[in-house]
């Protein structure tokens, strides 16, 4: 990645690390831990296997930028999400790009008024846990015409951010037989993205795959 592109992009955008692309950060290992925890950093276990991972929404995270940005995870330094991807190899335009960054942002803050107006309360959760979170939460609490209207646009807000993130940040997982994009199974679990193979380089993951960074895409 360029400096001028992350300049020019990421210092804008922040949604690798605000917990709406991905849900953690995987991390190297214990020197890396060890970094985190002393600038003050939650680092957790990850249930069943032998790595750490810094859960998303980062803290470290001040507005669109990284607050402890020469200091900052391995995995956050390689990764490259596809728009970025794109953009490095000419496909799409900067310009495109920071539309497709805003329109996401837009519908992001859309999101999070529909939680907030359904009593959401899990903001250090990645976006989509949130939402199923309030979706949950307020099915189980409110039967009325006004809640259960909220409902069905958070639902929609999120079915069509689901779409922008999988086909321009993730890439969109597409159905062969329907050849249709598949659609947000809003009640399943976070995706799960294969962990990279040990004896794979660092670097060469971070641009084969879309998002190499963590265990855990969040939608
Ligand atoms: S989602 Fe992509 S453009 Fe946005 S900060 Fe992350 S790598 Fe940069
Ligand atoms: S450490 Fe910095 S780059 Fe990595 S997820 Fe946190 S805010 Fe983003």
Same mark, same amino acid.
């Given at each position: 990645?360029?400096?001028?592109?992350?300049?020019?992009?990421?210092?804008?955008?922040?949604?690798?690390?605000?917990?709406?692309?991905?849900?953690?950060?995987?991390?190297?290992?214990?020197?890396?831990?060890?970094?985190?925890?002393?600038?003050?950093?939650?680092? &957790? +276990?990850?249930?069943? $296997?032998?790595?750490? %991972?810094?859960? =998303?929404?980062? /803290? #470290?995270?001040? *507005?669109?930028?990284?607050?402890?940005?020469?200091?900052?995870?391995?995995?956050?330094?390689?990764?490259?999400?596809?728009?970025?991807?794109?953009?490095?190899?000419?496909?799409?335009?900067?310009?495109?790009?920071?539309?497709?960054?805003?329109?996401?942002?837009?519908?992001?803050?859309?999101?999070?008024?529909?939680?907030?107006?359904?009593?959401?309360?899990?903001?250090?959760?990645?976006?989509?846990?949130?939402?199923?979170?309030?979706?949950?939460?307020?099915?189980?609490?409110?039967?009325?015409?006004?809640?259960?209207?909220?409902? &069905? +646009?958070?639902?929609? $807000?999120?079915?069509? %951010?689901?779409? =922008?993130?999988? /086909? #321009?940040?993730? *890439?969109?997982?597409?159905?062969?037989?329907?050849?249709?994009?598949?659609?947000?199974?809003?009640?399943?679990?976070?995706?799960?993205?294969?962990?990279?193979?040990?004896?794979?380089?660092?670097?060469?993951?971070?641009?084969?795959?879309?998002?190499?960074?963590?265990?855990?895409?969040?939608?």
């Amino acid at each position: 990645m360029t400096a001028s592109l992350t300049d020019t992009l990421c210092t804008r955008c922040g949604l690798c690390c605000d917990g709406t692309l991905l849900a953690d950060v995987e991390l190297a290992g214990h020197r890396e831990i060890v970094a985190l925890e002393a600038l003050g950093l939650e680092v &957790e +276990e990850d249930d069943g $296997a032998d790595r750490a %991972l810094l859960p =998303l929404p980062c /803290r #470290a995270l001040r *507005g669109t930028r990284c607050n402890i940005y020469a200091h900052r995870p391995d995995c956050c330094r390689t990764f490259e999400c596809r728009l970025l991807q794109e953009v490095g190899r000419g496909r799409v335009s900067i310009e495109r790009a920071q539309e497709t960054i805003a329109d996401a942002r837009r519908r992001i803050a859309h999101i999070r008024g529909l939680v907030a107006a359904l009593g959401g309360r899990s903001a250090h959760l990645p976006l989509k846990e949130r939402c199923l979170e309030a979706l949950a939460r307020s099915e189980e609490l409110h039967d009325d015409l006004k809640s259960r209207r909220t409902r &069905e +646009e958070l639902e929609a $807000a999120m079915t069509s %951010l689901d779409r =922008l993130i999988r /086909r #321009a940040f993730l *890439g969109a997982p597409y159905d062969r037989r329907t050849r249709a994009l598949r659609p947000l199974d809003r009640m399943s679990r976070l995706i799960q993205i294969a962990p990279p193979r040990p004896s794979e380089p660092r670097s060469s993951r971070s641009r084969s795959r879309p998002a190499p960074r963590s265990c855990r895409a969040s939608w």
